[in-house]
């Protein structure tokens, strides 16, 4: 091997240092650590499985067993099964990415990230944020299998548009709790538990399947606080009638909330897991 | 640099790290003069990883301070991190990515644009050999490879303190020259290397100074010279046809050498520090006079083994699972 630098390396006393990372920075950290999740999901496609299989095997039996108990028909049915299952779905996927991450950070190359001058949250929020692929497929396939079913949104493709985006946002978010949970479990069968346990209430214990009104009254209350509940309103609020209306900034609010709680929490405990 | 506080690319203050029960860190002082090569010695399970890793911001330690030029690596982390490259002891790059994906992701993150780090990554990887295995998973690799492919990883900034855990352990000797290679280019072009290490033959090869670490501890310190000078050059193998004799034995190495001979673990051979060979024969001598018959005599160069033996008066193997004991033991070796 020849030499291997003919430049000379800049002493520590000459060079400009700074002991944070600036929002910018943060910002192309996070971008790049979501480009290295992108090449990974690029070769190895299996992992792919769960966000294109779950949304067309849910979508059918769900339709086909629950529509015409509940509202008569299919047809009628699909208006208010497809936001619910779309939510459903594309939340449960978030799990995947505590799961991943959990995996992910078993190995060496963590140690170098933790140790380069980048932003602590980035690689994180860089996986995060690679993962909305995933929940992007999960959403357009469901609405594939609902408009192949005969779902015809009144909203139109746009409010379609909208309403995918809302619930991939508000997914992000929730999977920054799944990212604790990644951070904090010792394996990822055991983040896979946990979160089962947190999602199972949360998506069936909502109006995602059922009119709330058929529920006994106590747990009425439950549901009608749910913000699953809040964010399947607000995509049939969009797609079916094209309204953006308070389920869907309230939502929003929920989304920024978790982030809010749970961005610091995961970094903190990524950071002293060493 | 007449400042005093950039003369010092490391300093390390009764720095501690406990696991539960086990100090693996137990009070390491360090001193690494800007410029050169500073190797840490010792067994597997020393502390040598764990002292590290605190150095490097990886681990934050319980008690002590460490500064990197002069910067504290708890309250100054992302500015320490700015100062230093780290290659640990298994290799940290992406296995599910190629070694040209690996280079380009570290770049990125370390502030270069997409055309200079395409430069970088290129260059680095022609130098280290790995140009032809760039795009190739990273499985097919062999650990050689891998290695180089880290330590080129953490030469992307430059940084002017590079962190070397065990870089040769597990290599072939042809590929471990090459390393060593590596290591005095990096030195001449101005950087700092710590490394670590289980040979003594390594740090003798590598380091302007070098630390022996045990039990968490430092228990030895100087240039390689001195440190062998304690230890004496090389040290003779004794094995006695009576082990009967052993007392015996002993005390005759002690009146005529004036050096304590150690028993080996299975007491059946004595190592004796052999600073001088010329008066071996007057020890041979004065064992036929007493009587005392020899199996097997051997001269051993100072290995590792030696080092600890006469450093510490117990094997180096012993120390990974000494760690693992409790203070007794430690007091029993002392």
């Avoid at chain 1, 779905?89 to 078993?106: A, H, K, P």
């Avoid at chain 2, 630390?211 to 006695?240: C, F, N, P, W, Y």
């Amino acid at each position: 091997m020849s030499a291997i630098a003919t430049t000379r390396i800049v002493p520590a006393s000459e060079r400009q240092l700074k002991n944070r990372a600036s929002l910018g920075q943060t910002f192309r950290n996070t971008l790049t650590m979501a480009g290295r999740g992108l090449v990974k999901i690029r070769r190895t496609p299996e992992q792919l499985f769960d966000v294109t299989l779950q949304p067309i095997l849910f979508t059918l039996m769900f339709t086909y067993i629950f529509g015409g108990a509940i509202s008569g028909n299919v047809e009628n049915y699909l208006p208010v099964i497809i936001p619910g299952i779309l939510v459903q779905t594309v939340i449960t996927t978030s799990v995947v990415t505590g799961t991943q991450l959990r995996e992910d950070m078993d190995k060496g190359v963590f140690d170098r990230f933790r140790s380069l001058p980048i932003a602590r949250i980035a690689p994180l929020s860089g996986a995060l944020l690679a993962d909305t692929v995933r929940y992007g497929i999960a959403t357009v396939l469901t609405f594939v299998m609902g408009y192949i079913m005969g779902f015809r949104p009144a909203g139109g493709l746009l409010m379609v548009m909208v309403a995918g985006a809302l619930v991939i946002v508000c997914s992000w978010a929730v999977s920054w709790i799944f990212a604790f949970f990644g951070v904090i479990a010792r394996t990822a069968s055991s983040v896979q538990g946990i979160s089962m346990i947190v999602l199972f209430p949360l998506t069936f214990l909502s109006n995602a399947f059922v009119p709330v009104e058929t529920m006994p009254t106590w747990l009425q209350w439950f549901v009608n606080v749910n913000p699953v509940s809040h964010l399947v309103t607000a995509v049939r609020d969009l797609v079916n009638s094209s309204a953006f209306g308070a389920d869907a900034w309230l939502s929003l609010l929920g989304a920024a909330v978790i982030v809010a709680i749970f961005a610091p929490l995961t970094v903190r405990a990524y950071m002293r897991k060493a | 640099m007449t400042n005093s506080t950039t003369d010092w690319a490391l300093e390390a203050d009764g720095l501690v790290k406990v696991f539960g029960e086990n100090r693996a860190v137990d009070g390491v002082d360090l001193r690494v003069r800007t410029g050169t090569v500073y190797g840490v010695l010792g067994p597997n399970g020393a502390g040598k990883t764990t002292t590290i890793n605190m150095l490097a911001t990886l681990l934050r330690p319980d008690a002590g301070r460490g500064r990197i030029f002069g910067h504290d690596v708890v309250r100054e982390a992302h500015i320490v991190r700015q100062l230093i490259g780290v290659t640990g002891q298994f290799a940290s790059v992406d296995e599910t990515l190629s070694a040209n994906e690996n280079l380009l992701i570290f770049s990125r993150l370390l502030g270069l644009s997409r055309a200079e780090a395409r430069a970088k990554s290129a260059d680095l990887l022609e130098r280290f050999g790995l140009t032809e295995a760039a795009t190739r998973p990273l499985k097919q690799f062999s650990g050689g490879m891998r290695r180089r492919l880290d330590l080129a990883a953490s030469l992307l900034a430059q940084p002017p303190l590079i962190f070397l855990d065990e870089p040769t352990t597990g290599l072939d000797p042809r590929t471990r020259g090459q390393m060593w290679d590596t290591i005095r280019d990096l030195v001449a072009t101005g950087s700092t290397v710590l490394l670590t290490t289980q040979y003594l033959d390594e740090a003798d090869q590598l380091a302007d100074r070098i630390a022996v670490i045990d039990h968490g501890k430092v228990v030895a310190e100087g240039t390689a010279d001195e440190l062998k000078a304690s230890i004496g050059t090389s040290s003779l193998q004794l094995r006695l046809a009576d082990g009967a004799d052993t007392e015996d034995a002993l005390a005759a190495i002690a009146r005529v050498l004036d050096v304590h001979g150690v028993l080996s673990p299975e007491a059946a051979r004595i190592t004796v520090p052999m600073t001088d060979p010329d008066r071996v024969a007057d020890l041979l001598i004065t064992f036929r006079e007493a009587g005392i018959r020899l199996s097997e005599m051997s001269v051993q160069k100072p290995t590792l083994d030696e080092v600890f033996l006469t450093i510490t008066g117990h094997p180096a193997e012993d120390a990974a699972e000494a760690a693992r004991d409790s203070a007794q033991n430690q007091e029993v070796h002392a």
